[in-house]
């Protein structure tokens, strides 16, 4: 009976990784499974960063780095994207970054390509600004969702998403904490304060706005078509 049990967890343990390989090799996004896309688009991964975690628990998303699709001049899609510094990504690139091929796709309805041109245009101004590890709303650093964030505001007069503070999101676990720990002593806003104080500085981390990457992906006016969560 032993033996059997025992047999039976040997091929669970072999079998399960081969099934879950299976399905992230077949079910892996590709320039070839997706739809026909158009400037504009936004595309969603989970990323490979130190700070992916982080940003998971804090949003209660998958989605932790985003960015704007633009056609190139040979037709393929590249990823217009803040992440030190912001600049155009090809996007079968910009998948495998991410984890296990993952990709949502989502439109702006009504998006017509004469606005689309403006956002792009309006994103433009901030290629090369280097990555904001703060997530401040501060334009000489910048970070995905805020990237994409202005590009709308300023490109077509749209705010997309919803800014929120930093103490509306779940900040309270060890994933959000370390990586407050690990940054809080160069957070400018304390610094240009002259706050050297942990509790201190907090309050003001805790009051900043940012956006993330799900508040956009939950704007009404955004529909998916394309997503392999």
């Known amino acids: 009976m032993k033996s059997k049990i025992l047999l039976f967890f040997v091929i669970i343990f072999l079998v399960c990784p081969a099934v879950i390989y299976s399905y992230v090799f077949f079910t892996s996004a590709n320039l070839s499974s997706l739809p026909p896309l158009q400037d504009g688009d936004l595309v969603f991964h ?32 590249l990823v217009v994207e803040a992440a030190g510094p912001v600049r155009e990504t090809p996007l079968q690139e910009w998948i495998a970054r991410g984890w296990f091929g993952r990709l949502t ?47 709308f505001k300023e490109g077509i007069g749209v705010e997309i998403g919803q800014v929120q503070s930093f103490r509306e999101l779940e ?11 690990l940054r809080w002593e160069k957070y400018p806003p304390c610094l240009e304060s002259g706050i050297d104080e942990l509790d201190e500085c907090l309050s003001l981390i805790y009051e900043q706005n940012l956006i993330t990457p799900i508040s956009i992906a939950k704007d009404r006016r955004i529909e998916t078509i394309y997503s392999n969560y």
């Open 46 to 77: 989970t990323g490979d960063s130190g700070q992916t975690l982080a940003i998971l628990m804090a949003s209660g998303s998958l989605y932790s780095h985003m960015g704007l699709i633009k056609i190139g001049a040979d037709g393929n899609p």
């Open 105 to 151: 796709v989502m439109r702006v309805r009504g998006l017509t390509p004469k606005y689309a041109k403006k956002l792009l245009e309006a994103a433009k101004i901030y290629y090369g600004k280097p990555y904001d590890p703060f997530f401040l709303f501060e334009k000489e650093r910048i970070y995905c969702s805020e990237l994409v964030y202005w590009a």
């Open 171 to 181: 900040y309270e676990n060890g994933a959000v904490q370390s990586l407050i720990l």
